[in-house]
């Protein structure tokens, strides 16, 4: 009878169990299923016509829009414009005389901008969660676009004057105009700039940038006095304004800072101390290392100040920008940009709960609904900007495409990627339509090449003949290229071949978009292709040495195609389609005397490439808006017959989220890379209704304005670190710390090793083991990083030998010294090691064992400064994850095996089995979620944005820390923890039924005491074996729980490197976990020895 309830209680409580779960899955059904309204839904009057006004961007070339003013500066002082009021931040700077008087900074000729909406106000932070930063944020172009393209105002000039003939421009600059370092900005600079850098064949070795030759000639430029500067040409070069507008490096380059660096004219001993310091491989290396250096002094009128190899990045205000508004105000009104990092499949989510002030970039018509949906209730709104770079997903058909001596598939692919036909045919068997319909819910049009109706180079009789879906004619033109065999999948190949295998690639920047669409619609032609996911840096490099079949990025729609034609023909090393002929094209290869000097490939004579090019460069020389429209009408005719680009639909609104009382943001604009988009929107002028301002935030930027706080000083004493007039270098107080902190750890670990070995013969003997072992993995790990074929140092060498020239040769000898890619690899693999320091004790040879994981094959950078902060973060949160696991796993498990079959037993497993099941990154989301929805918390990251860009520690700064870092270490958790239990569990009821568990019961032995002291210490054996696992997951964590939970860790940068092919970076950390496995494993037998005296016995036996 007894047996038979028992059984009853078990079949209850399993039922019980049953119910629970059937009620929990129907409950997360019932709160995540779809709603489909099934009335027809009756749209707001005045919600649609807020969206036909935001959707408004009509362009009047007459009245067109302008946000720089002109003003008489004869007027001076007397000018109602004239600097005479700055940001509050700045004035305890010039009270405390680290700075000068406002209109000593500014200059006696600013430039003067209105905002759209009037004057601003100071302060305030603009947070930003994903962007290059860079140029479009800093408008420092000798000429500025205006909101909506044209009128080209001056910028960095204060005004410039055009010959008649069009060959000579001058350009008169600003008096008084300063770099953020306080030294003047003359003419000399863009001197220094022209014959120091872009002539100079030893900075500049692929000579000067295409905008500045002008039918095969560079320019001339004289500088008469310090404010003028005059450019020259031997024809006449009508579209050289617009050039000068979209380049912003031009005003870029400090002589005073940068000239003592110059591998030619520089200070030698300056130099070699800088390539020592910084293991730099050549002069030219530390040249490029200085321009990209903290240290260096810009016009930008935001700057940065302390270098951060985590997110977030911070700019300040440039206390010497030289701009002002109407009434004398010193611009910009905001203080600072706050720069985040969020993923890419993360930034739409974080963008629609109103995380960033004003985000454009990598914003997607794809989440249109979702952005428009919740603008009201997270307070932005969502402005339509008129696209123009055109469509932002088009693949382009690769007509270089690049093979090796014997290889088949490669020739076969090359030879069709060549023929019109078979282009033609691939277009034709898109179903665009569908594809619109499917993903943009029908709001775009289906096209191929056709411009936008805004565009003065739009044309209403332009037929668009291969954007039709017509798979009939698709067939008939593949067979015409001989393309007819088939295999017995029904794929396509040359008679008597194998099929051929196409594939396309694609980086985060586009995403996948419809390409799954168009796979499947080639499918039915018998084309065979597939998607390839890269990372971007790979997806550059790949696509220069021409080894691709297809890519994806950008597509025909441009505003201006004239200043960009890189879809029409092939201009520049963005012309996907054909970059050997962008090469030959933009070195000058039309007119270059010396074809020594000339890159890429001359297309074949008669073709219609070298037809476009021709009537591009008779463009050029025309102002006439009819004459350009009639020579791009033929430019246009030829890119549609030849289909370069399979383009999908028109351009789409750029969207852009403005967070509400974020004032002074065109509702109407252009934005396109063309404009440096934003800058063109006067940035400037953004500015808080409600500027909120902590005073930790204003003690901060005060700090930042005050000193320069570089990751390691330029030099060993840091003189270069000073900027601000009266500053003081940084002192690198994180290096004494972090060298005691080694020091210290690792003579505590020796002590302890000696004093183990002393008194434990078994903890030598698990030591001696672990030499050999880690040397074995040592030499697995390298196998493993040498064994897949190509990286990225291999596709970078590609790159650089497919655009030929001498110099390059110089450049690929450089790296394979760096990377040592000539050697046998056994001295690649001491090397690595860094056994070659023993030997020459040379800080070059240095390695992993002497904590040196290298440089990183992609950006050359120390693989130890990119590591940074995120070791310490993931460090600390995994440790928190492995707290937290066991804190919550020993006692239920113990309670689950004493309270058998009880309710909360059965809760438990059934916890414990979701927990099992439900993956990480899935969780992560739904807390994220459910966080949201009912508390408003947003959770994503370990700060919100005000205290992610705060220095130091406060009590709000802690809180605000606490408040999100129980959702990574609940999520990253719970998987452990659920195993934890089980195990626990099971081992313990093991242990409870033995005998002398009722022989203690027997005599008396008090239950808790007897639990404690024997049971549960013999079944924590599993927990304590585990630890070897552990170990790793202390630095690694959960790669995708922390791309979805936008956390700074590792995880995401291991999976980088991978995807970047950047094996060197990949296989250090490989080791490195390795290693962390190792010591697990020494750690867990060491505390296995303390508590339990069997395996202590045991080892001392042997």
Request: one cysteine or more.
């Amino acid at each position: 009878m007894r047996k038979m309830n028992i059984a009853w209680g078990g079949l209850r409580y399993s039922l019980i169990g049953s119910v629970a779960i059937c009620l929990i899955l129907l409950l997360c059904a019932i709160m995540f299923s779809s709603r489909f309204e099934t009335k027809a839904i009756v749209p707001d009057e005045k919600e649609m016509a807020e969206l036909q006004e935001l959707r408004k961007q009509d362009v009047d070339l007459e009245n067109p829009m302008r946000i720089q003013v002109e003003v008489d500066y004869s007027a001076g002082k007397g000018g109602d414009w004239y600097p005479k009021e700055e940001a509050p931040v700045l004035e305890k700077l010039v009270e405390g005389g680290t700075l000068p008087p406002v209109w000593d900074r500014v200059g006696e000729e600013p430039l003067v901008l209105r905002g759209v909406e009037g004057e601003g106000r100071y302060g305030g932070s603009m947070y930003k969660l994903k962007d290059l930063g860079g140029v479009r944020m800093i408008p420092i172009s000798l000429l500025r676009w205006s909101p909506q393209g044209y009128p080209i105002v001056p910028n960095v000039a204060k005004s410039y004057s055009v010959s008649e003939d069009q060959k000579i421009f001058t350009f008169k600059l600003r008096k008084g105009m300063r770099w953020s370092d306080g030294q003047a900005f003359t003419s000399a600079d863009i001197l220094y700039w022209w014959e120091d850098e872009q002539m100079d064949p030893v900075t500049n070795p692929g000579g000067p940038h295409a905008h500045f030759l002008h039918r095969g000639r560079a320019m001339k430029v004289e500088v008469p006095d310090e404010a003028t500067v005059i450019f020259s040409f031997s024809e006449p070069y009508s579209l050289f304004l617009e050039r000068l507008a979209c380049h912003p490096w031009l005003c870029d380059s400090p002589k005073n800072f940068l000239e003592k660096f110059h591998p030619v004219k520089g200070d030698k001993k300056l130099i070699h101390e800088v390539m020592s310091k910084h293991n730099l491989i050549n002069e030219r290396a530390v040249y490029s290392f200085v321009k990209s250096r903290v240290e260096r002094p810009s016009l930008a009128p935001w700057i940065i100040r302390t270098e951060s190899v985590t997110p977030p990045i911070t700019y300040v205000r440039n206390p010497y920008y030289w701009a002002v508004d109407e009434h004398g105000r010193q611009l910009p009104y905001t203080d600072r940009i706050v720069l985040n990092d969020k993923s890419m499949d993360m930034l739409t989510i974080a963008v629609a709960q109103g995380e960033a002030t004003m985000q454009e970039r990598y914003v997607r018509n794809q989440d249109y609904t979702m952005l428009m949906r919740q603008r009201k209730q997270y307070g932005y709104q969502l402005y339509h900007w008129l696209n123009g770079d055109g469509a932002n997903w088009g693949m382009a058909i690769n007509i270089n495409r690049r093979f090796m001596p014997g290889d088949n598939d490669g020739e076969q692919k090359a030879k069709l990627l060549c023929d019109k036909r078979f282009r033609q045919a691939l277009s034709l068997s898109v179903d665009r339509k569908t594809i619109v319909d499917a993903i943009l819910a029908g709001a775009g049009e289906p096209s191929q090449i056709r411009l936008p109706e805004q565009s003065p180079y739009y044309y209403k009789d332009f037929t668009d003949n291969f954007a039709r879906f017509d798979p009939r004619e698709a067939n008939k033109l593949l067979d015409a290229c001989g393309f007819t065999g088939r295999d017995a999948d029904g794929y396509r190949c040359f008679p008597g071949g194998p099929p051929l295998l196409f594939d396309i690639n694609y980086c985060s920047f586009t995403g996948e978009g419809p390409g799954e669409f168009i796979v499947n619609d080639w499918r039915k032609v018998g084309v065979n292709a597939r998607l390839r996911a890269q990372d971007r840096s790979i997806f550059y490099v790949e696509k220069a040495a021409g080894l691709h079949d297809f890519t994806v990025w950008g597509a025909y729609g441009t505003f201006l195609p004239i200043i960009d034609p890189r879809y029409y023909f092939p201009f520049s090393g963005e012309s996907n389609f054909a970059i050997k002929n962008a090469l030959w094209y933009s070195s000058g290869g039309m007119f270059a005397g010396d074809k020594s000097k000339v890159q890429g490939l001359k297309p074949s004579e008669g073709s219609p490439l070298l037809e476009a090019m021709n009537a591009y460069e008779d463009m050029k020389l025309t102002s006439s808006l009819e004459e350009r429209r009639r020579l791009f009408r033929r430019i246009l005719d030829l890119a549609s017959e030849n289909v370069y680009l399979l383009n999908l639909h028109a351009p789409l609104s750029q969207l852009a989220a403005v967070k509400d009382g974020y004032r002074n943001v065109p509702m109407k604009g252009i934005y396109s890379w063309d404009f440096l988009s934003p800058s063109n929107l006067g940035p400037e002028t953004w500015y808080w209704e409600n500027p909120r301002i902590t005073d930790k935030e204003t003690s901060d930027i005060v700090s930042e304005l005050g000193r320069i706080t570089p990751l390691r000083p330029l030099t060993g004493n840091g003189e270069n670190a000073k900027s601000v007039p009266g500053s003081v270098p940084g002192h690198d107080s994180r290096a004494l710390v972090g060298s005691l902190i080694k020091w210290g750890i690792l003579t505590a670990l020796i002590l302890l090793t000696a004093l183990l070995i002393l008194r434990s013969p078994y903890v030598g003997h698990r030591l001696l083991i672990m030499v050999p072992t880690l040397f074995i993995i040592a030499v697995i790990s390298f196998v493993v990083i040498e064994i897949p074929p190509g990286d990225a140092i291999n596709s970078k060498i590609m790159q650089m030998q497919e655009q030929g020239g001498t110099v390059d040769e110089k450049e690929i000898s450089d790296l394979k010294v760096m990377f040592r890619t000539e050697e046998p690899a056994w001295k690649r693999f001491t090397w690595w090691m860094g056994f070659d320091w023993f030997v020459s004790f040379d800080r070059k040879d240095q390695g992993l064992l002497q904590g040196n994981m290298g440089r990183s094959m992609l950006d050359l950078n120390p693989v130890n400064e990119k590591v940074g902060d995120r070791l310490l973060f993931t460090f600390l949160l995994s440790l928190g994850t492995i707290i937290f696991t066991w804190i919550v796993a020993l006692p239920i498990g113990i309670y689950s095996a004493v309270r058998q079959y009880s309710i909360f037993d059965y809760i438990f497993t059934v916890g414990g089995f979701i927990g099992m099941c439900i993956p990480g990154f899935l969780l992560a989301l739904l807390l994220m979620f459910a966080a949201e929805r009912m508390f408003g918390l947003n959770l994503s990251g370990l700060f919100s944005p005000e205290y992610a860009a705060q220095s130091g520690w406060s009590f709000g700064k802690a809180m605000d820390l606490l408040k999100h870092l129980w959702l990574p270490v609940v999520v990253q958790g719970v998987t452990g923890t659920a195993g934890m239990i089980r195990v626990m569990r099971a081992n313990l009821l093991d242990e409870l039924k033995k005998p002398y568990v009722t022989t203690a019961r027997a005599k008396g032995v008090r239950p808790l005491r007897l639990l404690l002291k024997y049971p549960v210490r013999v079944a924590l054996n599993p927990f304590v074996s585990g630890i070897g696992g552990i170990f790793p997951e202390l630095i690694s964590g959960g790669a995708i729980i922390s791309i979805v939970m936008s956390l700074p860790t590792i995880g995401p940068m291991q999976l980088d490197a991978v995807l970047q092919q950047d094996m060197y970076l990949a296989g250090s950390m490989l080791m490195l976990l390795s290693t962390l496995s190792v010591l697990g494993t020494l750690v867990s037998d060491l505390l296995l020895v303390a508590v339990d005296p069997r395996i202590r016995m045991e080892g001392g036996g042997k």
